[in-house]
């Protein structure tokens, strides 16, 4: 079993949609949890940052972290077509930094 | 304020080859880790450095690869002999606040015919 497991998609909305990504996770030694944006030919980019269970929320973006069921969330709202884009889960342990990740949701918005 | 560069963008070379990628990490950071993006899989730690010491080096694939940090700015991943497996999208990122977020370079694009 993969250690954290993401739908790799892909995934076609239209704009303005309400869109949700999801990964799950085996690990329970897992705390931080991130989100992270990757446009074709770039290097990904850190979208969202939380630490254990909760919500958190930064502008039309929402990540929720549910560890009890070990499953984290993205949500954004009123998606745009400059969200089309590759979404990474990532997450790590308390005392080590090294990132795992999920494979990746390639999402397009389109216009 | 500069990102995390590396360089070259992309490399094609046969089997068998030397290759040598270079990170240089944002001014300040201590922390560098290289990640690695094999074809049809998920991003993968290869190791971490802080300053100029390895700090895991366990996700390093085996001893063709050597990665190195001299002085503790820029890092060099060299892979020596290249094999057809070792194709992928090499990723450095590099990290100093407490909450230790990674920023991460736009990756060598390797590919080994």
């Known amino acids: 079993q993969k250690e954290v497991e993401q739908d790799p998609g892909p995934l076609s909305v239209p704009e303005g949609a309400i869109v949700s990504l999801n990964c799950t996770y085996s690990?329970?030694?897992?705390?931080?949890f991130m989100w992270y944006r990757q446009y074709s030919r770039k290097g990904p980019e850190l979208l969202m940052y939380t630490y254990s269970s909760g919500n958190k929320e930064d502008g039309r973006f929402t990540a929720q972290v549910d560890k009890s069921s070990k499953y984290i969330s993205l949500f954004i709202r009123d998606s745009q077509p400059s969200d089309s884009a590759t979404y990474l889960c990532a997450m790590r342990g308390g005392s080590n930094y090294k990132l795992t990740f999920g494979k990746g949701t390639l999402l397009t918005v389109n216009p | 304020e500069a990102g995390v560069t590396q360089f070259p963008s992309h490399s094609v070379i046969e089997k068998g080859q030397t290759v040598t990628l270079r990170c240089d990490p944002i001014s300040g950071h201590d922390n560098l880790y290289w990640y690695r993006r094999v074809m049809g899989k998920e991003i993968k730690f290869l190791l971490h450095?802080?300053?100029?010491?390895?700090?895991?080096e366990s996700g390093m694939p085996n001893n063709r690869f050597l990665a190195e940090r001299t002085g503790g700015t820029y890092s060099t991943l060299k892979v020596q002999p290249a094999e057809l497996e070792d194709s992928g999208v090499y990723f450095c990122a590099s990290s100093q606040d407490v909450e230790n977020i990674q920023y991460f370079g736009a990756g060598t694009r390797l590919s080994v015919l």
């Open positions: 690990n329970s030694a897992f705390q931080y």
């Open positions: 450095f802080v300053k100029e010491s390895k700090q895991d």
